[in-house]
């Protein structure tokens, strides 16, 4: 099976990524891959091509010229299936270069956009537009890959044909959160974040955009810390520093973003992992904290509940529910016992669900399920 991808990722284009390893995997289960990657910036080495695997960079001065310059690159003739790796940019690409092929395209959404009104807020003018471009590319698709479960049942109920879409989870490197770090870098980290080790940490690390709702955290932490003085928040991924009241404040650690190599020290230091968010894809970070073995809090919202099982491996709290959101937390930082129980049921449902391990398998496993399905329309 030959595949052509559409790609916006550049760490494609560097040996050393975990990207490129990845794609590397699955060129040898498909056969052979070839990659547009989508690129603003020259690479500095030339792109590590194998027998199996094939990088095309598409240069571009601006990403508004990556339709014109990618169709103007010329691809293999012996392409079996296309992936694309969304239904904005690179799903219009895939269209475009489809045209009257045999070749079935299969198109991927990464996240949560069809009906959510939430998603529309952020941008309002903007994202109904890329609605309108995600359906244009929907309607021509012949497969789909969504990663939960709520976009799988909003492509189905507005025709799609139920055997031709997939719910495919993102994984994670379970085993690499599950092992034991050394004591030296957990005093290390604990230093770097201002933990003590009588703190009770609840823990949240990502990008502060919008649909993260990390203000909400100064409303649940403050009840939090009412109810438990030893109770320290920590933020990863704070580039510029949040306000927050002065009654806690002094209680709040905001941190940059941290080499993902780093993580594992990070997440071991926490007790409870907090998610206000107001949707996700699936939240790799969800998947990072259940194979470390914490136990989660979230809102009963697309992409957050996929992972999260209330009462299993944390709580699912009714959306704008912050006082029991708080509570929740004070609870499971009160009972170590539930904390393991809680923590062992993500690890392992990290493990039997979304290792990375088995990944790749499952993903070329799609890639084939779309080619055997072929073109939707003669």
Known sequence: ???????????????????????VEYARLA??????VLTRAQPQTAPKNTDELTFIPVISRHPALYVFDALRVPIPPDIDLIVTQDLFLSGLIGVLKRGNRRAPLLAQNHSFIFENPAWLAEHPARNRALIALAGWVLHRADFYRTVNQRERENAVRHGFPPDRVTAL???????????????????????RLNITPDDHVLLWIGYPVAF???????????????????????????NQPIAFPPEIVHRVTQ????????????????????????YEGVPRVLLEASAA?????????????????????????????????????????????????FGAAGQK???????????PARWVAVWREALAKGRRRS
């Open 255 to 278: 941190h940059p973003p941290i080499p993902h190599d780093q993580l594992p020290a990070v997440y071991k230091l926490a007790h409870v992992y907090a998610m206000p968010s107001s």
């Open 169 to 191: 989870p993102l994984a994670t490197a379970a085993a690499y959160f599950a092992k034991p770090v050394d004591l030296a870098l957990l005093d290390a980290m604990r230093s």
């Open 1 to 23: 099976m030959h595949v052509l991808m559409i790609s916006l990722d550049p760490a494609l284009l560097n040996a050393e990524s975990d990207s490129y390893r990845r794609h």
């Open 293 to 341: 073995g914490l136990p989660m809090v979230g809102f009963d919202v697309t992409g957050v509940n996929e992972v999260i099982r209330d009462g299993e491996n944390g709580y699912l709290l009714r959306e704008g529910d912050l006082d029991g959101f708080a509570r929740c937390i004070v609870e499971l930082f009160a009972d170590p016992e539930r904390r393991r129980t």
């Open 349 to 359: 449902r990290a493990f039997d669900k979304y290792d990375a391990a088995g990944y």
């Open 212 to 238: 993260k709702r990390i203000d909400l955290f100064a409303p649940i932490f403050t009840r939090v810390l009412s109810a438990d003085p030893a109770a320290r928040l920590v933020l990863v991924g704070i």
């Open 31 to 36: 056969g052979r891959l070839t990659i547009l």
